[in-house]
């Protein structure tokens, strides 16, 4: 593979993700409670882009070999943070027209200085009884180094002016894991409104209380301030229980990790900034971004106020189960192809809890990565233990920012019976998968699910995902081996119909992608129709280029970050990508091969990415079914059709749309929805 194939950086493609994820702020056709909860996404998306992408950039920066390298790092990182300083300009104008938005709908966010008589009363009898007895201010200006900051949180530096003219500087926790960060406080004298203030404010109002009896204070003034850390985990190659305990102390250092990132109010004397960074002892290759006086924003996507006409319209998902039917007649009689949030999810739950007591499920093997906090998979495999069923879960511990959760659950469920299994040496385990072995006519039957998702109530109601429910034997033999493999890697099952990364996955899509190139060099018609999350993958740009080239029509959905450089003459003009941006998140990965008029349509669990196919257990899996092919097509090309939300990714990614709103367009996500109901089998 050429060295020399142009690449868009992946993490500037990433910003240009989350610049589309602005663009609905900046959408005054969203609905305005929606614009706020985009306000925190972007803020979220932000704050995990420096943990993981900017820290990972920051380490190659630190560590490199040779100038050119050094210089290399050096340089994106100055392009990364020109690129976010100028994604924050446009955030906080966004915040401003939000604001005034909720204005007109007589929801108000104030300051502490624009608080009425009463409205003060009132926030100063809250912040005595609620707030004053959490804060646990700390002085920086007679310390080497800052206490442990928790990056999770919000931090006030804090300028206090003594009667004899000097100076002190503070710091405290803003304490919003134990006190809401909107608290709602009267209406204004005769109005009809709903008026919140920021947890922030009520301190900031009630500033000189804090230090009142410890020092004779003339002023105080207080800027916000927080850090991101690095999220990289330590971890050895040894999979036992004693990972357990590993990835706990693991956890506990990522805690004191290097701080990459200091986001801080503009406002901030540079003094006080200076004084902040020195005891931080942060470094060269680390970022600054200055920004208003509130952060964490994240916090905005549970903003509490609105009503309905505020929001998206709920969607009722479509059932998934005839009533007086078995989950198991249901799937023999044929499989079933499932698209969240369209279709109900309890489709997983209830075959679960089917399957926990049922008396001719004799095991149950299940994937576990991401579980929602009240879990009904996880509370149906327990009581598949009680029933005496042999219940085997695949708890992959690494699964970023979902550790701590993860560990939880692996507890609970060892503590239940259930056989848990911690993964695979070196390789985290992401596939999707449901095996439920059952006894019927004295013979084994396997009952699979294969999809794209994970088994997690919560995000099931806002990701996109497929979800194939099968009584197919081959695939279920596959499905079954799988969890053979990850049990003992020295096992190396043959897989008949599903390729499984690392280990012929890559191999898979190149060998399907090469059919369409030999196609098209031999006159025929050739087409490829992918979606996926990430395309970042170099041999997988590079063979997508060489199709292009050849006269393959290359059709691209992606969701986040994508390297190659689209629509280049001489190297891509036979290739299109496009993005979707809207209500639910577009989750699903999806490849499509015209394959000499015999169309192949594979589902993975497995995004484009070097990780994805090498270094991860991964499953990509076929839609075999006529009926289900058809249906997967259609969504696609509802989604390529889409001329509301959908943005061009062209060279530079800036992020055209495709076309104007007009009453005779096309939103993806709606349609899919009208065409599901219309298609329902349930």
Same mark, same amino acid.
């Given at each position: 593979?050429?060295?020399?194939?142009?690449?868009?950086?992946?993490?500037?493609?990433?910003?240009?993700?989350?610049?589309?994820?602005?663009?609905?702020?900046?959408? %005054?056709?969203?609905?305005?409670?929606?614009?706020?909860?985009?306000?925190?996404?972007?803020?979220?998306?932000?704050?995990?882009?420096?943990?993981?992408?900017?820290?990972?950039?920051?380490?190659?920066?630190?560590?490199?070999?040779?100038?050119?390298?050094?210089?290399?790092?050096?340089?994106?990182?100055?392009?990364?943070?020109?690129?976010?300083?100028?994604?924050?300009?446009?955030?906080?104008?966004?915040?401003?027209?939000?604001?005034?938005?909720?204005?007109?709908?007589?929801?108000?966010?104030?300051?502490?200085?624009?608080?009425?008589?009463?409205?003060?009363?009132?926030?100063?009898?809250?912040?005595?009884?609620?707030?004053?007895?959490?804060?646990?201010?700390?002085?920086?200006?007679?310390?080497?180094?800052?206490?442990?900051?928790?990056?999770?949180?919000?931090?006030?530096?804090?300028?206090?002016?003594?009667?004899?003219?000097?100076?002190?500087?503070?710091?405290?926790?803003?304490?919003?894991?134990?006190?809401?960060?909107?608290?709602?406080?009267?209406?204004?004298?005769?109005?009809?409104?709903?008026?919140?203030?920021?947890?922030?404010?009520?301190?900031?109002?009630?500033?000189?209380?804090?230090?009142?009896?410890?020092?004779?204070?003339?002023?105080?003034?207080?800027?916000?301030?927080?850090?991101?850390?690095?999220?990289?985990?330590?971890?050895?190659?040894?999979?036992?229980?004693?990972?357990?305990?590993?990835?706990?102390?693991?956890?506990?250092?990522?805690?004191?990790?290097?701080?990459?990132?200091?986001?801080?109010?503009?406002?901030?004397?540079?003094?006080?900034?200076?004084?902040?960074?020195?005891?931080?002892?942060?470094?060269?290759?680390?970022?600054?971004?200055?920004?208003?006086?509130?952060?964490?924003?994240?916090?905005?996507?549970?903003?509490?106020?609105?009503?309905?006409?505020?929001?998206?319209?709920?969607?009722?998902?479509?059932?998934?189960?005839?009533?007086?039917?078995?989950?198991?007649?249901?799937?023999?009689?044929?499989?079933?192809?499932?698209?969240?949030?369209?279709?109900?999810?309890?489709?997983?739950?209830?075959?679960?809890?089917?399957?926990?007591?049922?008396?001719?499920?004799?095991?149950?093997?299940?994937?576990?990565?991401?579980?929602?906090?009240?879990?009904?998979?996880?509370?149906?495999?327990?009581?598949?233990?009680? +029933?005496?069923?042999?219940?085997?879960?695949?708890?992959?511990?690494?699964?970023?920012?979902?550790?701590?959760?993860?560990?939880?659950?692996?507890?609970?469920?060892?503590?239940?019976?259930?056989?848990?299994?911690?993964?695979?040496?070196?390789?985290?385990?992401?596939?999707?998968?449901?095996?439920?072995?059952?006894?019927?006519?004295?013979?084994?039957?396997?009952?699979?699910?294969?999809?794209?998702? +994970?088994?997690? %109530?919560?995000?099931?109601?806002?990701?996109?995902?497929?979800?194939?429910?099968?009584?197919?034997?081959?695939?279920?033999?596959?499905?079954?081996?799988?969890?053979?493999?990850?049990?003992?890697?020295?096992?190396?099952?043959?897989?008949?119909?599903?390729?499984?990364?690392?280990?012929?996955?890559?191999?898979?899509?190149?060998?399907?992608?090469?059919?369409?190139?030999?196609?098209?060099?031999?006159?025929?018609?050739?087409?490829?129709?992918?979606?996926?999350? +990430?395309?970042?993958?170099?041999?997988?740009?590079?063979?997508?280029?060489?199709?292009?080239?050849?006269?393959?029509?290359?059709?691209?959905?992606?969701?986040?970050?994508?390297?190659?450089?689209?629509?280049?003459?001489?190297?891509?003009?036979?290739?299109?990508?496009?993005?979707?941006?809207?209500?639910?998140?577009?989750?699903?990965?999806?490849?499509?091969?015209?394959?000499?008029?015999?169309?192949?349509?594979?589902?993975?669990?497995?995004?484009?990415?070097?990780?994805?196919?090498?270094?991860?257990?991964?499953?990509?899996?076929?839609?075999?079914?006529?009926?289900?092919?058809?249906?997967?097509?259609?969504?696609?090309?509802?989604?390529?059709?889409?001329?509301?939300?959908?943005?061009?990714?062209?060279?530079?990614?800036?992020?055209?749309?495709?076309?104007?709103?007009?009453?005779?367009?096309?939103?993806?996500?709606?349609?899919?929805?009208?065409?599901?109901?219309?298609?329902?089998?349930?």
């Amino acid at each position: 593979m050429p060295n020399d194939i142009p690449l868009y950086p992946k993490e500037l493609s990433w910003l240009s993700f989350n610049e589309r994820v602005l663009q609905e702020v900046e959408d %005054e056709s969203v609905p305005i409670i929606e614009r706020v909860r985009f306000l925190g996404i972007f803020s979220n998306n932000l704050d995990e882009f420096f943990r993981v992408r900017v820290a990972d950039v920051r380490r190659l920066a630190a560590f490199a070999r040779g100038e050119q390298q050094k210089k290399h790092f050096a340089k994106l990182l100055g392009q990364i943070n020109e690129r976010v300083l100028r994604l924050q300009r446009r955030y906080a104008r966004a915040y401003a027209k939000v604001l005034a938005g909720l204005g007109k709908e007589d929801i108000h966010v104030v300051k502490e200085s624009k608080l009425t008589q009463r409205q003060r009363k009132f926030v100063e009898d809250y912040f005595h009884r609620e707030v004053l007895p959490e804060l646990e201010p700390f002085f920086i200006d007679d310390r080497e180094t800052m206490p442990l900051l928790n990056e999770a949180r919000i931090y006030f530096a804090i300028q206090l002016q003594l009667k004899d003219g000097s100076l002190r500087c503070a710091a405290m926790d803003i304490p919003t894991n134990t006190l809401s960060r909107f608290v709602l406080i009267p209406p204004r004298e005769g109005r009809r409104e709903q008026v919140y203030i920021v947890l922030d404010n009520i301190i900031r109002a009630c500033l000189m209380e804090v230090f009142r009896d410890v020092l004779p204070i003339r002023s105080a003034r207080a800027y916000m301030f927080k850090i991101s850390r690095d999220a990289e985990l330590e971890l050895g190659e040894q999979i036992t229980q004693n990972l357990v305990d590993r990835m706990e102390k693991s956890l506990k250092r990522r805690r004191r990790a290097d701080p990459v990132r200091l986001a801080y109010d503009a406002e901030m004397p540079q003094t006080l900034l200076n004084l902040v960074k020195e005891k931080l002892k942060m470094g060269r290759y680390d970022t600054y971004t200055p920004g208003g006086r509130y952060h964490n924003s994240k916090d905005l996507m549970k903003f509490p106020a609105g009503a309905a006409r505020h929001n998206y319209k709920p969607l009722v998902p479509l059932p998934t189960l005839p009533c007086g039917e078995s989950a198991f007649s249901h799937i023999r009689r044929a499989d079933r192809l499932y698209y969240y949030p369209y279709h109900d999810f309890r489709a997983i739950s209830n075959l679960l809890a089917s399957a926990a007591i049922d008396p001719q499920v004799r095991e149950i093997r299940i994937n576990l990565y991401r579980v929602a906090k009240n879990s009904q998979v996880v509370a149906a495999l327990i009581n598949a233990v009680r +029933n005496n069923k042999k219940v085997v879960a695949v708890v992959e511990l690494r699964a970023r920012f979902d550790e701590l959760a993860n560990i939880h659950w692996s507890e609970e469920l060892r503590d239940a019976g259930v056989e848990v299994v911690y993964g695979v040496p070196g390789l985290k385990v992401h596939c999707k998968l449901i095996s439920i072995i059952r006894r019927e006519e004295g013979q084994t039957r396997y009952y699979s699910h294969l999809g794209t998702g +994970n088994f997690n %109530e919560n995000t099931a109601r806002i990701y996109c995902d497929f979800s194939l429910l099968t009584s197919n034997q081959a695939l279920g033999r596959d499905v079954y081996n799988v969890f053979e493999l990850i049990r003992s890697t020295r096992r190396r099952p043959v897989f008949q119909h599903i390729a499984v990364s690392p280990l012929t996955n890559r191999a898979a899509l190149m060998q399907a992608i090469d059919r369409e190139i030999e196609a098209a060099a031999q006159g025929r018609r050739a087409e490829l129709f992918f979606k996926c999350n +990430n395309l970042v993958d170099s041999q997988m740009v590079e063979r997508l280029y060489r199709a292009g080239a050849a006269g393959v029509k290359v059709r691209i959905i992606v969701r986040s970050m994508c390297t190659l450089v689209c629509e280049t003459p001489g190297l891509s003009e036979n290739i299109q990508v496009i993005s979707l941006v809207d209500k639910f998140l577009e989750h699903a990965r999806v490849y499509i091969f015209h394959n000499g008029g015999e169309e192949l349509i594979w589902m993975s669990s497995a995004d484009l990415m070097t990780r994805n196919l090498d270094h991860r257990v991964e499953v990509t899996f076929p839609i075999i079914q006529s009926v289900h092919r058809g249906i997967v097509r259609k969504i696609l090309e509802l989604q390529w059709s889409d001329n509301q939300k959908a943005r061009i990714l062209d060279a530079g990614q800036s992020n055209r749309r495709l076309a104007s709103n007009t009453p005779r367009g096309c939103r993806a996500q709606d349609a899919i929805y009208r065409y599901l109901k219309q298609h329902s089998t349930a």
